[in-house]
């Protein structure tokens, strides 16, 4: 098939770029290079199209589009420290760039994976986070929320045209990581605790540390999105795609400095120093995998040790 992969050029698309190519796919990736780069398609390069572009470009995303058997929509403004600091851009690329791939699918019948985020809950205590629950959400003033709102305005607009015929479905990540995660850290708290601790810098835990999150192998986000995308039985539906194991944040830093033997310690930093005034955190998030497992017989299955023991093979190769 011919596949467009937006946000190929990403940490989590670019795996799916070297899965596709694989499974001998025509791949086309759409990326403007933003929070990916080159270096993550080394893998596959000469096998894959790139194209420079942003999907607020409804030309470009219309031409690649209309050239395509099935689309992949994952570019998006992503990670919370870039939503807090530019929340007008990451609204725009999150809104009217999702709407601009979204209908392009809608105009040349195109069959569309969209990829969402768990943060699509909020803050909701209800646990373990199941697809049709409900969405839970803090004031319009605090910009974190923005992300929730444009991804749900998204999911939102493809459920509405799949009434009338689009064929799509839906992966909401929890809290992905591994290679090709972004050293800088720009959101994830794995990529944080690990250039922190290689470094012998302190390892920032936000807040008390007892917020948990449910750590996501890449090899597993993308199994589950590949799946959700290829398999019909998977149209119409929206999966949570993570693993369900729940770890606190102060677990998760005794983990990373024990496996990279760093000398750092932790450090405990307000979430008002790191976000700013009035940022309000999820404290827990699990996600509902029953879903997945019916429809799609996927099951994320790489444990949090052994997927840092990954990332951290290929963090000691690439940061060298
Ligand atoms: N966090 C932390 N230290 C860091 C980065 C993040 O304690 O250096 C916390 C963050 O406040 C949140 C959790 O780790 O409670 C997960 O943060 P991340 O930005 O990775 O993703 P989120 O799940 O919040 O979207």
Known sequence: MRVLVTGGA?????HLVDRLVALRHEVTVLDNLSTGNLANLDQSRGQVRMVENTILNDRVVDKLVRRADTVFHLAAGVGVGNIVKDPLGALRTNTRGAENVIEACVKHERRLLLASTSEIYGKTSKMPMSEDDDRVLGSTTVARWGYSTAKA??????????QHGLRMSVVRYFNSFGPRIDSRGYGSVVANMLRQALANEPL???????????????????EGTL???????AEG?????GNDRETTINDLAALIIEMTGSRSVVQRVSYEERYGKGFEDTK??????RRAAEVLGFRAGVELRDGLERTLQWWRLTHR
Not at 10 to 14: L, T, V
């Open 284 to 289: 827990r998030r699990v996600p509902d995998v």
């Open 204 to 222: 920032t835990v936000h807040g008390d540390g007892t917020q948990t999150r449910c750590f996501t192998y890449v090899g597993d986000t993308v």
């Open 10 to 14: 990403g940490y989590i698309g670019s």
């Open 227 to 233: 799946r959700a995308g290829l398999d019909s039985r």
């Open 153 to 162: 305005i998204d999911e939102h607009l493809a459920l509405a045209y799949a």
């Open 237 to 241: 539906v929206i999966f949570n795609v």
